[in-house]
């Protein structure tokens, strides 16, 4: 051994990151990780020996009201740091955006402070990192590890999933979800209302694309009012127009009259006029003195209007081809 591994230190913070909202669930698995006693049901509980401390400091809003805060503030913050994660392909984007959910999702909160000294100090910290993160399977969730060139979500696997430079080793990510609420039969809800939206949750789930657990039903095919042709295009013909006028504002710097012009000649001289307007639509349309937030959320339209036209029968919606479009 050279003399100065003999006194080498290491010293930093690790942070778990769980979707459990129990602490005494939380602090006994942690507890059953390490091999350690927890004494008198605190959130904290300490392990020390020659060359090692750790200390592990649970936080749910079970603590109460300063708790419930200080884990919303943690994890607005952290949210807040990966957010700024580079991210251009699609599929980065689209596993950006579910770890960020996974992060909004925790309700349990550990900070990890450790110290290690001697010549195996690097081994211990690899090795307290690799019992947390096999931890995430009763807990799932994240481990976040900081104090080295990138700041670092790992999942139950040990990988990265995300780091603050946009560098991942999974393919793709899936937030927490629980089961049992997705799959619990609720009052008034059919037998093939939940075959259908299980069936649209597999769909999207083997796509990476994440879709909240308390999402509502929609209607029974017996309750649904199917629109005819004739009327799909209507809307649609409205909500192209909105958009347009609103983009040839915000983006082209047009005046509304110049704008509703431009609007008019290419969409409602062409299809049927301003009959196709819902009420709200055909006041914003006419008013020339719609403040910024209105252009701005009327062009958000081109999204229902992209729906629309799948509806239709104009665009080819399989996500496959979708996706492929967007990266070219």
Excluded at 21 to 45: E, H, W, Y
Aim: charged letters at 30%; a negative charge; aromatic letters at 10%.
């Amino acid at each position: 051994m050279l003399p100065f591994q003999k006194n080498k230190q290491i010293e930093g913070q690790l942070f778990l990151l769980c979707a459990e909202g129990s602490l005494d669930k939380i602090m006994n698995q942690l507890c059953s990780t390490f091999g350690a006693k927890r004494k008198d049901n605190t959130p904290v509980f300490t392990m020390s020996g020659e060359g090692i401390a750790i200390r592990i400091e649970g936080v749910t809003r079970e603590l109460g009201e300063e708790a419930g805060k200080f884990l919303e503030e943690q994890k607005n913050g952290i949210v807040g740091h990966f957010w700024q994660a580079p991210a251009e392909k699609v599929q980065d984007i689209d596993r950006k955006i579910n770890v960020l959910h996974q992060i909004k999702r925790t309700n349990g909160y550990c900070g990890i402070n450790y110290s290690f000294q001697g010549a195996h100090a690097e081994k211990m910290k690899k090795e307290l990192i690799e019992k947390l993160t096999r931890t995430l399977a009763s807990l799932p969730g994240l481990l976040l590890v900081t104090g080295g060139k990138e700041d670092q979500l790992l999942d139950a696997s040990g990988k990265i999933v995300l780091d603050d430079k946009g560098n991942s080793q999974v393919e793709r990510f899936m937030p927490y979800m629980d089961r049992a609420l997705i799959e619990a039969p609720k009052e008034g809800i059919s037998e093939e209302q939940m075959k259908r939206r299980a069936k649209s949750r597999q769909y999207f789930e083997a796509r990476g694309i994440f879709v909240p657990e308390w999402y509502p039903y929609i209607e029974s095919l017996t309750d649904a009012k199917i629109r005819t042709t004739e009327e799909m295009a209507d809307r649609a013909a409205a909500l192209l127009a909105v958009s347009l006028y609103s983009e040839c504002m915000l983006g082209d710097g047009m005046s509304p009259a110049e704008a509703r012009a431009f609007a008019e000649e290419h969409v409602l001289n062409r299809f049927g006029g301003d009959r196709v307007f819902s009420p709200k639509e055909k006041a914003y349309f006419y008013n020339d003195a719609a403040t910024e937030q209105e252009k701005i959320s009327f062009s958000w339209q081109y999204e229902n209007l992209f729906v629309m036209d799948w509806a239709l029968g104009l665009l080819d919606w399989r996500l496959a081809s979708y996706n492929a479009g967007r990266k070219n």
